[in-house]
């Protein structure tokens, strides 16, 4: 039975003078305006429950790549739009140099009980990674509410990038032009750290690894004296702040 029928039949039941021809016109218009606002709202929490199921099943809400995607999706100066039928928010259109977010990273913060549940953002100036102003920060923040989950709120960070530091032997192909090479290598030692997905872990392996496979020429790569913030650390580190800039490095070059 409708909402509309449903209520019709509530006053026929309970108010039976109503039921009279003068006034079943204005009794109709009253359920139909009732009618329509229940209505609304249970296609509302319907939807509401649809988007928190798919964040769930197809999302895998609680997985960083959830919040990340939608801090990586965000556009400066440029307003959400609102789908109808399942009230998601979205971009009508994607504008690269608007995407102000080049580094996100996301992390589940337990304390007794209680958990927090912190993204952490930065943006590039110059080639290197930086936090956004007030004003970005703000406006960021905004965004980021019509991702939250009720109940769990998140906390955004945007501070001052760590610094990561250490030696390396890069061992190329002697036939490959080493000027070239060397331009190459600074270019994927930028990328890396403002593109490469790392979720604030930065790890060793995956860093070398990481210029193997996206420098042509190169053989192999060994890295060793490693440090964040001047503190040593090998393999893997989780970064406080969530990204890194290079501090001081050395990189050796060995022809084969």
């Known amino acids: 039975m409708s909402t509309f029928s449903t209520i019709i039949s509530y ?7 109503l039921n009279s021809t003068s006034i079943a016109s204005t009794v109709n218009k009253m359920a139909e305006a009732i009618a329509q606002a229940i209505d609304n709202t249970l296609t509302e929490i319907t939807n509401s429950e649809t988007i928190i199921t798919d964040i769930i099943t197809n999302k895998n809400f609680g997985h960083p790549q959830y919040y990340t995607d939608a801090a990586l999706a965000y556009q400066t100066g440029v307003n959400l739009s609102i789908d109808p039928t399942t009230l998601r928010p979205y971009y009508a259109t994607t504008t690269a140099n608007l995407q102000i977010v080049k580094q996100a990273a996301f992390q589940e913060v337990v304390s007794g009980t209680a958990i927090t549940l912190v993204l952490k953002v930065a943006k590039v100036v110059s080639g290197s990674l930086a936090p956004l102003d007030s004003t970005e920060y703000s406006n960021f923040q905004s965004y980021m509410l019509n991702f939250e989950i009720p109940g769990l709120p998140l906390t955004i960070i945007s501070g001052i990038p760590n610094s990561f530091a250490f030696t390396a032997l890069i061992t190329y192909n002697i036939n490959y032009d080493f000027t070239t090479l060397q331009a190459n290598i600074a270019t994927a030692l930028t990328t890396f750290a403002t593109t490469f997905t790392f979720n604030g872990i930065l790890d060793i392996y995956k860093f070398e690894n990481y210029l193997v496979t996206n420098v042509a020429g190169v053989n192999s790569v060994y890295v060793s004296g490693t440090t964040i913030d001047t503190v ?10 969530g990204y890194f800039n290079y501090g001081a490095y050395t990189l050796t070059y060995a022809p084969i």
């Open 11 to 17: 006053i026929q039941a309970g108010m039976p003078e």
């Open 232 to 241: 040593s650390f090998s393999g893997s580190t989780a970064l406080a702040n």
